[in-house]
């Protein structure tokens, strides 16, 4: 036997054409959704609420970002869809896209906060986030998607 030493070339086919790929670094976008800094600063900014709007602001912050719910979700969520799991978590139950019921855990701290925030504006509702007062209406109603937005 002899001890000579066989390199194989690749051949021009074998070449496979790979993408440049990058670590993922705190505070950068990397595809859909909200930067690790910006939910940071967000947390900060809803901290101390002052006003009925800050305090509204504060708990569709609290929801989107401990559930990730859409936002037609969000404004569906209600007081008499709250389930107790067997494990002893909250579970919320509420309407998919498409039409399907299903389920997410929801704190017990956010749902402290939702109770304050309910407080703080004197009203005993069974929706979660209520529209904002206005001067020709007595009666708040749940908050729209559009008010949402907005």
Known sequence: MSNSKVFILP???????????????????????????????LAERFENPTNEREYRDKIIFLLASSTGLRAKELVSLRFSNLIESPEGEKLIKYVKKGGFISFSVISESVLEEIKSYHEFIGVLSDHFILSLPLKNRQARL??????LYM
Do not use: F
Request: hydrophobic residues 20%; aromatic residues 2%.
């Open 11 to 41: 051949s021009k086919q074998s070449k496979v054409k790979t993408k440049h790929r990058v670590d993922p670094v705190y505070g950068r976008m990397m595809g859909k959704g909200i930067t690790d800094e910006t939910m940071r600063s």
């Open 142 to 147: 749940p908050i729209s998607t559009r008010g």
